[in-house]
């Protein structure tokens, strides 16, 4: 199961998928986190991004 990785709230259909640009580890994201520019964090290598 995905979750936000600004949220942790569960993902079903709308939500982004991007590679970190840090370590390419695969990020999942909801939209709504994207639109508000919340920031993120990756959890393989701790880079921080909005
Ligand atoms: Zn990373």
Do not use: H, Q
Not at 26 to 49: P, Q
Request: aromatic share 8%.
């Amino acid at each position: 199961m995905k979750t936000c990785i600004t949220t942790n709230k569960v993902l079903t259909d709308d939500f982004v998928e991007f590679k970190c640009p840090g370590c390419g580890e695969r990020i999942a994201r909801s939209l709504d986190a994207r639109r508000r520019s919340l920031e993120y964090k990756c959890k393989s290598c701790g880079f921080a991004g909005a």
